[in-house]
């Protein structure tokens, strides 16, 4: 039988950030990730809060967290705070910095946790978020004030247009006031690149190449001499080393790149991904991958054992404390049962984002027709408490078992754009309350 | 000018049947859609083209009818037709005896399409064939029957429709019949992409609108009813059964489940409605009842995964007091000179997808008759577009570098125009990239729909290639479709969102009905994709 002074199930933003909280602590720590969730498919960037809980865009993010305390008393950030607000702004805040050092040694995060920024994407929209890698955070669109931008593609790449990008970031700059000279696009092929069906992480890999990219720096300068550029726009800068690669084909062009943010399969979330398991790797944590938690086991409301499964085999795991972190359906920390939505693991009980229990109310009742409207399915997770300790059915929470990250009800990190903050906030505070509560 | 012989309304599998066959006739022809080729009953029906067993006792004709025509699309048509062996569980000895006469009857019918004979299987055999059936099955009846890709016939019949001269106006709607002194003399129409309008006269109109196929009368002051009945599927991301599956319904019914191109369709309720077919939409009950009544015969199907529901108005002939499978599926061509005095309007009650060039020719024998014209009827004899020829696959495959999958599914669309399609990569291979990957369209083929083939958006992309119809329901290709459609239309940026917009807006009108299992993560992640990175939630268009 494996032992863990702390199990964490998921290997998320959430679940890593609470594993290695809880590693400082000095405690012994076991993640179990079942494969990619959302933070692999995310877009690699963090956000905290732009659009709070019926309002308008928020351009200072812990403003934002201010106002969500205020209006919505269920929200994750107000649990946090215990309903304070500058307790809440405290927490998120020091639970952000903890994620910007925690990752610092592989990613060089920017931005400002009081400012939110508009970064255009691949698919010729635009996202706001707070924190971004480096070579993102460059293309923030205020930076983009009397630039001519030239925005690059490669012929066949899987899903990037660059002449549709093109037209898209004069709608962003029409729309934020940004004084973008001009938006231009070219095409560029290589040899070594596949024709058709090229795919983000091919490429990517490719741009790790120092060959490939010099080739590519060279192509990019011949581009820009001719169409007077001030800035390139690239699908992706690479994979294991994308900071270095925009530096040689900076070098190589003469001008500012950057890379754009991309819907699933996103290159940045996967590296994101990649580099937390390395941090908290760093700190004596052991991942297990490819198992899930399939069962647990209780004594007098403390959770004693959680039986982990990948096929036909099952491990028992004898546990200090547990954190959930198994996050929503593209997770699988919730599940549909006859039209109802279920806490895949313990069976925990599930609410609405206003804290009410779903009881009966089935799934077709909590989504509207506008995909493009808040959906209250989004919203469902289970309660927690302010320590983090989801409520169980029997009314009060099991002693030892906490939860982090969309697992958790309130928030809508859809609309809202707040599903990093919430994961690192939750993680957090998640982690060391199992830390505490094992040293007691 | 804007005078013709004869003005077709509906671009559905009969109306585009009418105008090919006008057009082929040397009629001056043209015809309009308010919305696109295929987007009323054609497009939500399963694609069958029956042979008629079913009607053979009662509609001794319409069954030798129907026979005929599989014949005649399996031979114009043959790229977008194909077979499905069929089994039909039976499950209690009273069921048995219902199904008796259906047996005899089917064997002498299935002779003349060449089909393979009906066969009873135990139900070891059965299950044998197909291990999916319950263990509960006293016997099962195997026969075959003939499917038809429903949006390529109506595309490919106004292709050739055009070809021989027709005019094709998608996205046009009648707003009003002119009449004078009791005479029909042409439509007004809208175009509702310009909103402009316009005065178009002809001779005869032909009024092929299915189940709007009254309101249109009204235009012209004539009073028509229909028994408009609704009928909805469920669509399952795979084919779940190798055979398609014939069983009792929860009411004494029949349902079926069909592998179907890549997924599967559940099918049908039939209810009827009274509000306006605009309104008519899916519901849970429906869902359940269908799943209800299926789970007898393959028990799996609850646990099977579900990407769609959606539903069609079928327009039948008026006939009440009976239930809505007794009405009869033969049609009407109603003569409006003969039976209101209103001169130069036709229009047709009823029918099936199998009898669509049937029907056709019935009202252009009319339209002639009327004109004083002598023209034979040669729509049975000329092919469609794509079935000239015969299709290579392997050759193709290896010519192009592409995967076999690739060249199979577009040849089951294009058939022998695959070739012409594939060899845009001659001067430029990254056309060959797929946009939908659950369907396997590459961006060669969605462009050759916006120039070709009427694509004005991205709905009728997804008619016109499947694009979009995967598991994923255009989450991983929306956005990628959404960018050609703009670069081929010469789209802003905006306007293009709020194509990309209503695309999913669309995709997702099933999910409020159903939302289960697996696809509860598809759906979280297009919300994630398409609100959280790609603020399509914001995008609202700029003030000039």
């Given at each position: 039988?494996?032992?863990?002074?702390?199990?964490?199930?998921?290997?998320?933003?959430?679940?890593l950030?609470?594993?290695?909280?809880?590693?400082?602590?000095?405690?012994?720590?076991l993640?179990?990730?079942?494969?990619?969730?959302?933070t692999?498919?995310?877009a690699?960037?963090?956000d905290?809060?732009?659009?709070?809980?019926s309002?308008?865009?928020?351009?200072?993010p812990?403003?934002?967290v201010?106002?969500?305390?205020k209006?919505?008393?269920t929200?994750?950030y107000?649990i946090?705070?215990?309903?304070?607000?500058?307790?809440?702004?405290?927490?998120?805040k020091?639970?952000?910095?903890?994620?910007?050092?925690?990752?610092?040694s592989?990613?060089?995060?920017?931005?400002?946790?009081?400012?939110?920024?508009?970064l255009?994407?691949?698919?010729?929209?635009?996202?706001?978020?707070?924190?971004a890698?480096?070579?993102?955070?460059?293309?923030?669109?205020d930076?983009?004030?009397?630039?001519?931008?030239?925005?690059?593609?490669?012929?066949?790449?899987?899903?990037f247009n660059?002449?549709?990008?093109?037209?898209?970031?004069?709608?962003?700059?029409?729309?934020?006031n940004?004084?973008?000279?001009?938006?231009?696009?070219?095409?560029?092929?290589?040899?070594?690149?596949?024709?058709f069906?090229?795919?983000?992480?091919?490429?990517?890999?490719?741009?790790?190449?120092?060959?490939?990219?010099?080739?590519?720096?060279?192509?990019?300068?011949?581009?820009?001499?001719?169409?007077?550029?001030?800035?390139?726009?690239?699908?992706?800068?690479g994979?294991?080393?994308?900071?270095?690669?925009?530096?040689?084909?900076?070098e190589?062009?003469?001008?500012?790149?950057?890379e754009?943010?991309?819907?699933?399969?996103?290159i940045?979330?996967?590296?994101?991904?990649?580099?937390?398991?390395e941090?908290?790797r760093?700190?004596?944590?052991?991942?297990?991958?490819?198992?899930?938690?399939?069962?647990?086991?209780?004594?007098?409301?403390?959770?004693?054992?959680?039986?982990?499964?990948?096929g036909?085999?099952?491990?028992?795991?004898?546990?200090?404390?547990?954190?959930l972190?198994?996050?929503?359906?593209?997770?699988?920390?919730?599940?549909?049962?006859e039209?109802m939505v279920k806490?895949?693991?313990?069976?925990?009980?599930?609410?609405?984002?206003?804290g009410?229990?779903?009881?009966?109310?089935?799934?077709?009742?909590?989504?509207?027709?506008?995909?493009?409207?808040?959906?209250?399915?989004?919203?469902?997770?289970?309660?927690?408490?302010?320590?983090?300790?989801?409520?169980?059915?029997?009314?009060?929470?099991?002693?030892?078992?906490?939860?982090?990250?969309?697992?958790?009800?309130?928030?809508d990190?859809?609309k809202e754009?707040s599903?990093?903050?919430?994961?690192?906030?939750?993680?957090?505070?998640?982690?060391?309350?199992?830390?505490?509560?094992?040293?007691? | 000018?804007?005078?013709?012989?004869?003005?077709?309304?509906?671009g559905?599998?009969?109306?585009?049947?009418?105008?090919?066959?006008?057009?082929?006739?040397?009629?001056?022809?043209?015809?309009?859609?308010?919305?696109?080729?295929?987007?009323?009953?054609?497009?939500?029906?399963?694609?069958?083209?029956?042979?008629?067993v079913?009607?053979?006792?009662?509609?001794?004709?319409?069954a030798?009818?129907?026979t005929?025509?599989?014949?005649y699309?399996?031979?114009?048509?043959?790229?977008?037709?194909?077979?499905?062996?069929i089994?039909?569980?039976?499950?209690?000895?009273?069921?048995?005896?219902?199904?008796?006469?259906f047996?005899?009857?089917y064997g002498?019918?299935?002779?003349?399409?060449?089909?393979?004979?009906?066969?009873?299987?135990?139900?070891?055999?059965?299950?044998?064939?197909?291990?999916?059936?319950?263990?509960?099955?006293?016997?099962?009846?195997?026969?075959?029957?003939?499917f038809?890709?429903?949006?390529?016939?109506?595309?490919?019949t106004?292709?050739?429709?055009?070809?021989?001269?027709?005019?094709?106006?998608?996205?046009?709607?009648?707003?009003?019949?002119?009449?004078?002194?009791g005479?029909?003399?042409?439509?007004?129409?809208?175009?509702?992409?310009?909103g402009?309008?316009?005065?178009?006269y002809?001779?005869?109109v032909?009024?092929?609108?299915?189940?709007?196929?009254?309101?249109?009368?009204?235009?012209?002051?004539?009073s028509?009813?229909?028994?408009?009945?609704?009928?909805?599927?469920?669509?399952f991301?795979?084919r779940?059964?190798?055979?398609?599956?014939?069983?009792?319904?929860l009411d004494?019914?029949?349902?079926?489940?069909?592998?179907?191109?890549?997924?599967?369709?559940?099918?049908?309720?039939?209810?009827?409605?009274f509000?306006?077919?605009?309104?008519?939409?899916?519901t849970y009950?429906?869902v359940?009842?269908?799943?209800s009544?299926?789970?007898?015969?393959?028990?799996?199907?609850?646990?099977?995964r579900?990407?769609?529901?959606?539903c069609?108005?079928?327009?039948?002939?008026?006939?009440?007091?009976?239930?809505e499978?007794?009405v009869?599926?033969?049609?009407?061509?109603?003569?409006?000179?003969?039976?209101?005095?209103?001169?130069?309007?036709?229009?047709?009650?009823?029918?099936?997808?199998?009898?669509?060039?049937?029907?056709?020719?019935?009202?252009?024998?009319?339209?002639?008759?009327?004109?004083g014209?002598?023209?034979?009827?040669?729509?049975?004899?000329?092919?469609?577009p794509g079935?000239?020829?015969?299709?290579?696959?392997?050759?193709?495959?290896?010519?192009?570098?592409?995967?076999?999958?690739?060249v199979s599914?577009?040849?089951?669309?294009?058939?022998?125009?695959?070739?012409?399609?594939?060899?845009?990569?001659?001067?430029?291979?990254?056309?060959?990239?797929?946009?939908?990957?659950?369907?396997?369209?590459?961006?060669?083929?969605?462009?050759?729909?916006?120039?070709?083939?009427w694509?004005?958006?991205?709905?009728?992309?997804?008619?016109?290639?499947?694009?979009?119809?995967g598991?994923?329901?255009?989450?991983?290709?929306?956005?990628?479709?959404?960018?050609?459609?703009?670069?081929?239309?010469?789209?802003?940026?905006?306007?293009?969102?709020?194509?990309?917009?209503?695309?999913?807006?669309?995709?997702?009108?099933?999910?409020?009905?159903?939302?289960?299992?697996?696809?509860?993560s598809?759906?979280?992640?297009?919300?994630?994709?398409y609100n959280?990175?790609?603020?399509?939630?914001?995008?609202?268009?700029?003030?000039?």
């Amino acid at each position: 039988m494996l032992e863990a002074e702390v199990l964490v199930i998921g290997g998320g933003i959430a679940g890593l950030v609470a594993a290695a909280r809880a590693a400082d602590e000095g405690l012994e720590v076991l993640v179990v990730d079942k494969g990619s969730g959302a933070t692999y498919q995310s877009a690699g960037v963090v956000d905290v809060m732009a659009y709070p809980p019926s309002q308008g865009l928020f351009l200072n993010p812990l403003k934002g967290v201010e106002v969500t305390v205020k209006t919505a008393p269920t929200h994750p950030y107000a649990i946090i705070g215990r309903g304070n607000e500058e307790e809440s702004v405290r927490r998120v805040k020091e639970a952000v910095e903890y994620f910007i050092d925690l990752t610092s040694s592989g990613i060089r995060l920017e931005g400002d946790i009081e400012r939110n920024v508009i970064l255009m994407n691949t698919i010729g929209s635009f996202k706001v978020t707070c924190l971004a890698p480096h070579t993102i955070f460059n293309g923030k669109v205020d930076d983009l004030s009397d630039a001519s931008l030239l925005i690059a593609g490669f012929r066949g790449l899987l899903g990037f247009n660059p002449a549709f990008c093109a037209s898209g970031a004069e709608y962003i700059a029409s729309k934020f006031n940004v004084n973008l000279k001009e938006a231009m696009y070219t095409w560029l092929s290589h040899p070594r690149l596949r024709k058709f069906n090229l795919t983000f992480i091919e490429l990517a890999r490719m741009m790790d190449d120092d060959e490939f990219r010099k080739e590519l720096g060279e192509a990019l300068r011949k581009a820009v001499a001719e169409r007077e550029a001030t800035h390139i726009a690239l699908p992706t800068l690479g994979f294991e080393s994308p900071e270095e690669n925009m530096k040689v084909i900076e070098e190589e062009a003469d001008v500012k790149v950057f890379e754009l943010i991309s819907p699933p399969p996103s290159i940045p979330g996967q590296r994101m991904v990649k580099i937390l398991e390395e941090c908290v790797r760093k700190r004596k944590v052991r991942v297990i991958r490819g198992y899930k938690a399939a069962g647990f086991r209780e004594e007098n409301m403390r959770v004693k054992e959680i039986i982990l499964e990948s096929g036909e085999k099952k491990i028992p795991v004898r546990v200090g404390a547990c954190i959930l972190a198994t996050g929503k359906f593209i997770g699988g920390g919730l599940t549909e049962e006859e039209d109802m939505v279920k806490e895949a693991v313990f069976g925990l009980p599930v609410y609405d984002g206003r804290g009410q229990p779903l009881d009966e109310r089935k799934i077709p009742k909590l989504l509207v027709r506008d995909p493009f409207s808040q959906q209250p399915l989004i919203a469902c997770g289970v309660k927690v408490n302010p320590q983090m300790k989801p409520l169980t059915l029997r009314g009060k929470p099991y002693e030892n078992l906490f939860a982090a990250g969309s697992i958790i009800s309130g928030y809508d990190y859809v609309k809202e754009r707040s599903g990093i903050g919430v994961a690192a906030a939750t993680g957090y505070f998640a982690g060391l309350n199992a830390a505490y509560c094992l040293k007691r | 000018m804007n005078a013709y012989d004869v003005i077709v309304i509906g671009g559905g599998s009969t109306g585009t049947s009418i105008a090919r066959d006008c057009a082929m006739r040397g009629l001056k022809t043209i015809l309009f859609e308010r919305k696109d080729l295929a987007s009323g009953a054609t497009g939500a029906c399963a694609g069958m083209i029956s042979g008629g067993v079913k009607y053979a006792l009662q509609e001794p004709d319409f069954a030798e009818m129907c026979t005929r025509e599989v014949v005649y699309l399996s031979r114009i048509a043959k790229h977008i037709v194909f077979r499905t062996p069929i089994l039909t569980a039976i499950l209690t000895e009273e069921e048995l005896k219902l199904r008796e006469k259906f047996v005899d009857t089917y064997g002498t019918l299935t002779r003349k399409r060449q089909a393979s004979p009906i066969l009873i299987l135990s139900p070891r055999e059965a299950r044998k064939l197909e291990p999916k059936l319950s263990p509960n099955i006293i016997l099962a009846a195997y026969f075959d029957e003939m499917f038809i890709d429903p949006f390529r016939l109506a595309v490919l019949t106004a292709l050739s429709a055009k070809q021989h001269g027709a005019e094709i106006r998608t996205y046009t709607e009648v707003v009003d019949i002119l009449k004078r002194n009791g005479e029909v003399y042409g439509v007004k129409v809208r175009d509702r992409l310009t909103g402009k309008e316009e005065e178009v006269y002809g001779k005869i109109v032909v009024n092929a609108a299915g189940a709007w196929v009254p309101k249109i009368s009204r235009m012209a002051g004539v009073s028509q009813t229909l028994r408009l009945n609704k009928g909805t599927h469920v669509v399952f991301d795979r084919r779940i059964t190798g055979f398609g599956i014939i069983c009792r319904a929860l009411d004494g019914r029949s349902v079926y489940l069909f592998p179907h191109e890549t997924g599967a369709i559940l099918g049908t309720t039939a209810i009827d409605i009274f509000t306006d077919p605009d309104d008519a939409e899916a519901t849970y009950d429906e869902v359940e009842y269908l799943i209800s009544s299926m789970e007898m015969a393959v028990p799996s199907i609850r646990e099977a995964r579900i990407v769609r529901v959606m539903c069609g108005v079928r327009p039948l002939i008026a006939q009440w007091w009976i239930p809505e499978g007794d009405v009869t599926r033969n049609f009407k061509v109603i003569d409006h000179e003969e039976r209101d005095g209103v001169k130069g309007l036709i229009s047709v009650e009823g029918g099936k997808l199998v009898v669509c060039r049937a029907m056709a020719e019935k009202i252009t024998d009319l339209v002639c008759e009327k004109l004083g014209r002598e023209a034979a009827c040669r729509t049975h004899l000329e092919p469609l577009p794509g079935a000239e020829g015969e299709v290579d696959l392997n050759k193709l495959s290896l010519k192009y570098n592409v995967s076999p999958h690739t060249v199979s599914r577009l040849a089951s669309r294009q058939g022998a125009l695959s070739q012409n399609i594939l060899a845009c990569a001659e001067s430029d291979p990254s056309a060959l990239t797929s946009v939908c990957l659950c369907e396997s369209v590459t961006e060669a083929e969605l462009r050759h729909a916006i120039r070709g083939e009427w694509g004005k958006t991205l709905e009728d992309l997804r008619r016109r290639t499947r694009m979009g119809m995967g598991p994923c329901q255009g989450f991983s290709c929306a956005y990628k479709a959404a960018a050609i459609l703009a670069e081929e239309r010469g789209m802003s940026a905006s306007e293009a969102f709020r194509e990309l917009k209503a695309f999913l807006t669309e995709r997702c009108k099933g999910h409020s009905i159903v939302l289960r299992g697996s696809q509860l993560s598809e759906w979280e992640m297009t919300q994630a994709a398409y609100n959280c990175v790609g603020s399509m939630d914001d995008v609202t268009p700029l003030e000039d």
